[in-house]
Nanobody
Framework: QVQLEESGGGMVQAGDSLRLSCVAS????????MGWFRQAPGKDRQFVAA????????RYADSEEGRLTISRDNAKNTIFLQVSSLKPEDTAVYYC???????????????WGRGTQVTVSS
């Protein structure tokens, strides 16, 4: 079993930055990749970013135009998502995921956190 717990969400102002965290626990040796997805109200869940176990392989959503940085602290089985220049359209529930492949497809991730709400006000 793998458990994922996100933190760092909340209410922020447009133009601000934030950092989300996700801690993995349990049988973490089976995790080869971790990532972030988000789901805005009335929209499908979308890929945001992913990172390999070593941290050397990263992948980002094309639509974010360089505003994202994903990183990890392997000693603590934790990944981070830094989002800069926040916009109201970034408002969504952000989900942490873990699986076997660095991929934008949700089916490659076997474990999911409960999500953390990010609300960006103008």
């Amino acid at each position: 079993q793998v458990q994922l717990e996100e933190s760092g969400g909340g209410m922020v102002q447009a133009g601000d930055s934030l950092r989300l965290s996700c801690v993995a626990s349990g049988r973490t040796a089976s995790i080869l990749a971790m990532g972030w997805f988000r789901q805005a109200p009335g929209k499908d869940r979308q890929f945001v970013a992913a990172i390999s176990r070593s941290g050397t392989n990263t992948r980002y959503a094309d639509s974010e135009e360089g505003r994202l940085t994903i990183s990890r602290d392997n000693a603590k089985n934790t990944i981070f998502l830094q989002v800069s220049s926040l916009k109201p359209e970034d408002t969504a529930v952000y989900y942490c995921a873990a699986g076997g492949v660095v991929s934008p497809a949700w089916r490659h991730y076997s474990y999911w956190g409960r999500g953390t709400q990010v609300t960006v006000s103008s």
